[in-house]
């Protein structure tokens, strides 16, 4: 038995742990620390109240440690780990997978997994490129991070960045294992032919023609992400580039009304805000897009937005800050890396970026190189740490 430990049900991580369970037959029970993720609840980045469409509880076994309709955590912010000792005790498990350390749910479980003296998988999105942080800073939490990772059986990274993390802080090679971050693609619509139905409709309800090229920002409409980026660098571009360019900003959250603001100041963009949209419905406008543009600060660890983005054979601009971007850019094919936080770099990048529009070839090698971070690819590795572990 493998226990899981989680804050909470997410849409990218439960098809790997249905995965585990369905495909390759090791019996597992994922412990959340809250259900609100099912329930409905607030984003505090997307500003919005919305629940999951899509299923995140079959095919595996789960407990919850809390539950909003009794009281429970109703937020990210909020879960905590009461109980964690007696569902332990209950299900018996082999070894503990946790997916963080970070946030006081995995710190008050880490400590009394340690007590019980279970192995402990470790699978998270830990970086060093992330943040910034002062000298102070950085050497406590190396200090702090060296010992954790020793007290770890497996370290599983999710991509290059993360296994250089793991490697600068001593995890040795057998400590290691591939798990690469991914997303299911069962409720999108990724193929060509959906691309052929979905492209034209969707452009057509929008007003976009043809000719005109469409840049789509998928995410939560935060400072941290920059969204502002991209309308100041599309202002940069020559007038008979600029003028061709339709911006699609996916998401919500605190900067809308600033970006509004800022479409609307002359050189004017054309921009359509579409609001946050559930899972189901992303397939329409990642067909309608020429690029996925994600110009973040820091803090993207990841951005599996560039895995969906890829799956739909879209290419995706992409800043230096963003994770996974020494996995999946592969630039000039899979789309172009620009300095973080440059306008002027993000425009180039834009403008070099022309040339992979409408290009069957392109949408083919853009599939292909996402292909490698899949569910099942994520599940296999899990099961590697842990038969290595038990064995």
Known sequence: MLAIIDTHPIQYRAPVYRTLSELFGIPITVIYGSDFSI???????????????????SGYTS???????????QSFETVSAPGITAVLQKIQPKALLITGYNHPFY???????????????????????????????????????????????????????????????GCSQEQLVFSPYCISTSFFQCSEDDRS????????????????????????????????????AVKQLPLEVRTQIVILFLGDGEMKSSLENLAQISPAVTVHFLGFQNQSQLSPYYHTADFLVLPSDYS?????????????????????????????????????????GSVESLTQAIE?????????????????????????????????AYRETIR
């Open 300 to 340: 993207e660890t990841w951005g599996l937005v560039v895995n969906e983005a890829l799956h739909h054979g879209l290419p995706a601009i992409v800043s230096q800050a963003v994770g996974c971007a020494p996995d999946l850019i592969n630039p000039g094919v899979t789309g172009e890396v620009f300095a973080t």
């Open 39 to 57: 329930v409905g609840y607030k984003d505090q980045e997307f500003g919005v109240k919305f629940a999951w469409d899509i299923d995140l509880l």
């Open 352 to 384: 070099r970026s022309r040339m992979l529009i409408g290009r069957p070839d392109i949408r083919e090698q853009c599939r292909q190189k996402v292909s490698d971070y899949s569910v099942e690819k994520a599940a296999a590795g899990i099961v590697r």
């Open 107 to 169: 710190r008050a479980v880490l400590y009394e997994v340690w007590k019980a003296k279970y192995p402990i998988i470790f699978r998270g999105e830990t970086t060093d490129h992330a943040q910034k942080r002062s000298p102070f800073k950085g050497v406590l939490r190396d200090s702090i991070l060296y010992w954790m990772y020793r007290q770890f059986a497996k370290t599983l990274y999710i991509g290059q960045h993360s296994k250089d993390h793991f490697q600068r802080l």
């Open 197 to 232: 139905q979905l492209r034209h409709v969707t452009r057509q309800s929008l007003g976009i023609t043809d000719d005109q090229i469409v840049l789509l920002f998928s995410g939560k409409l935060s400072s941290r992400k920059r969204p502002d980026l991209l309308l100041q």
């Open 63 to 73: 407990e919850f440690l809390s539950q909003v309709k009794t009281g429970g955590a």
